[in-house]
């Protein structure tokens, strides 16, 4: 009985305001604020480290467009194939009836990343290391922007913390069934990788002590949550209805695979440093690149000296 006075009703309109055919969302908002943070971490990144502003520039175009354009072709391709092939367009004349898949925008920024790097001339490791800060506290945002939809819930729950969605169900409130937050779970384990990660540049210096090693904490703070947190999630497409692995957790697991490729290539040192390119003599590259000194292994059939 007491856990029906701790229920959440959640009844929240998910448009702030709406002017004549224009409407503000949440959803949107959460993504606007995540490009904007981006852009600001990007700017704190360069002038700590000496790069010039033309980095984040350039890199703020092509990773926005390509999160954007991958979120959105990713869910089309993922979760609605035997719609979206017979009617390709809709991808985009449908883009306001919503449909974002992250593991589609996590390879949209890849790809946008590896623009900017050929662009600059720039290790890549060095944007996979940083992309995670704004990415891990985005997600948890883009997640929050979930929650004021209602959408991405977790399976009914008899949990003290569970919410009633009532834009879901078109019933009394009475008879609507308690879920699992899963938005905020999500939410709360991508702001703790978030914490770490700032952890790591600001007051360990991972970035250009160890590349590599940031990219690889920030995979398995948001792909494992996903994989895990996936497992008191509705299914979101009737096709994964008796898998074993929904489609969630089979996207996530390659990352999960990278990130600990990463890490082991990270603590052998093979990934190198980009410092700023202090000769103009080339207007594009934006740093040079200084391999790191490997870790020496030691030689285990070395004989002991007896004494």
Excluded at 64 to 73: D, F, H, K, N, Y
Excluded at 235 to 263: C, K, R, T
Aim: hydrophobic letters at 45%; one cysteine or more.
């Amino acid at each position: 009985m007491l856990n029906d006075f701790l229920y959440i009703v959640w009844d929240v309109d998910p448009a702030i305001f709406t002017i004549g055919n224009f409407e503000l969302r949440y959803y949107g908002l959460m993504w606007a604020v995540t490009f904007i943070l981006g852009e600001r971490f990007f700017t704190s990144f360069i002038r700590r480290e000496g790069f010039r502003q033309q980095v984040v520039e350039t890199g703020f175009v092509w990773i926005v467009l390509g999160a954007v354009l991958g979120a959105r072709i990713g869910h089309c391709m993922f979760y609605e194939f035997s719609y979206y092939i017979t009617k390709p367009w809709a991808i985009i004349t449908e883009f306001r009836n919503g449909g974002m898949a992250s593991h589609g925008s996590a390879l949209g920024m890849l790809l946008g990343m590896w623009i900017t790097c050929r662009k600059h001339k720039m290790p890549y490791v060095w944007w996979l290391d940083r992309i995670m800060i704004p990415v891990a506290i985005g997600g948890a945002l883009v997640r929050i922007g979930n929650l004021m939809n209602s959408e991405i819930v977790g399976n009914i729950t008899t949990v003290p913390w569970g919410f009633q969605f009532v834009r879901n169900y078109n019933l009394p409130v009475a008879e609507v069934p308690v879920q699992h937050p899963a938005q905020l779970y999500e939410a709360l384990c991508y702001v703790i990788t978030f914490v770490i990660l700032l952890y790591c540049y600001y007051k360990k210096d991972e970035g250009r002590r160890h590349p590599g090693v940031m990219f690889s904490i920030g995979l398995f703070g948001i792909f494992l949550t996903r994989i895990f947190v996936e497992m008191v999630k509705v299914d979101q497409s009737d096709f994964e209805a008796g898998m074993l692995l929904n489609m969630g957790q089979l996207l996530s697991v390659p990352f999960v695979l990278l990130a600990i490729w990463m890490l082991w290539q990270a603590k052998k040192g093979r990934f190198p440093v980009g410092l700023p390119n202090k000769d103009n003599a080339d207007k594009d590259a934006a740093c040079h690149v200084q391999e790191i000194e490997k870790p020496k292994v030691k030689n285990k059939n070395k004989p002991h000296k007896k004494w």
